[in-house]
């Protein structure tokens, strides 16, 4: 079993142009992944971006799947057809401030991260799940050199597609566990 972080996240490698975060290039990623496996199918489990990620991988059949397991992320066109309402988009209004270019990479790494690890723990249901030695982990990665921009292109790039994408009416026919926290 892996737990990876996805391109742009964590230690991994932070392409800089914004097109190396579609989904073409994220799903191509997992395919990797599990061909670096050697396994002749796999279990996927996602939660948020890579829920999408994982979504798109079962949609478009990229690799059997045996499994799939997705974690507080709706199918993509329950997504699309939730952001038309109010209430959906007053709770997604920081994807379009994460559109704009330099100004959401200079707020997320200033003072070393500070936005953002406030960020986490004021929206957290419980606090103590970010206590201070965490939030130290995500100030470091966000305020390296490019790990701003590599988190926000995911935005960019990835949310686009799943807007745009044509496919995803297409049956997932991979047996399917969607995992809904509504209290934490």
Same mark, same amino acid.
């Given at each position: 079993?892996?737990?990876?972080?996805?391109?742009?996240? =964590?230690?991994?490698?932070? *392409?800089?142009?914004? $097109?190396?975060?579609?989904? @073409?290039?994220?799903? #191509?990623?997992? %395919?990797?992944?599990?061909?670096?496996?050697?396994?002749?199918?796999?279990?996927?489990?996602?939660?948020?971006?890579?829920?999408?990620?994982?979504?798109?991988?079962?949609?478009?059949?990229?690799?059997?799947?045996?499994?799939?397991?997705?974690?507080?992320?709706?199918?993509?066109?329950?997504?699309?057809?939730?952001?038309?309402?109010?209430?959906?988009?007053?709770?997604?209004?920081?994807? =379009?401030?994460?559109?704009? *270019?330099?100004?959401? $990479?200079?707020?997320?790494? @200033?003072?070393?991260? #500070?936005?953002? %690890?406030?960020?986490?723990?004021?929206?957290?249901?419980?606090?103590?799940?970010?206590?201070?030695?965490?939030?130290?982990?995500?100030?470091?990665?966000?305020?390296?050199?490019?790990?701003?921009?590599?988190?926000?292109?995911?935005?960019?790039?990835?949310?686009?597609?799943?807007?745009?994408?044509?496919?995803?009416?297409?049956?997932?026919?991979?047996?399917?566990?969607?995992?809904?926290?509504?209290?934490?």
């Amino acid at each position: 079993m892996w737990a990876v972080n996805q391109r742009g996240y =964590g230690g991994t490698s932070r *392409p800089r142009r914004r $097109e190396d975060y579609a989904l @073409a290039q994220l799903t #191509g990623d997992v %395919a990797g992944l599990i061909d670096a496996s050697g396994t002749a199918s796999a279990t996927l489990i996602g939660h948020d971006w890579g829920a999408f990620v994982a979504w798109t991988f079962a949609i478009r059949r990229i690799r059997p799947l045996a499994r799939l397991v997705i974690v507080n992320v709706p199918h993509p066109l329950c997504f699309r057809r939730e952001l038309k309402t109010w209430g959906q988009r007053r709770k997604s209004w920081y994807i =379009g401030f994460f559109q704009m *270019p330099v100004l959401p $990479e200079l707020m997320l790494s @200033a003072a070393g991260g #500070g936005l953002l %690890a406030t960020m986490l723990r004021h929206d957290a249901r419980r606090t103590e799940a970010f206590p201070s030695e965490v939030l130290d982990v995500y100030r470091a990665y966000v305020s390296a050199p490019g790990a701003a921009t590599a988190m926000l292109n995911w935005y960019r790039a990835a949310g686009r597609d799943v807007m745009a994408g044509r496919d995803f009416d297409a049956p997932v026919d991979t047996p399917t566990m969607i995992i809904w926290a509504n209290r934490t």
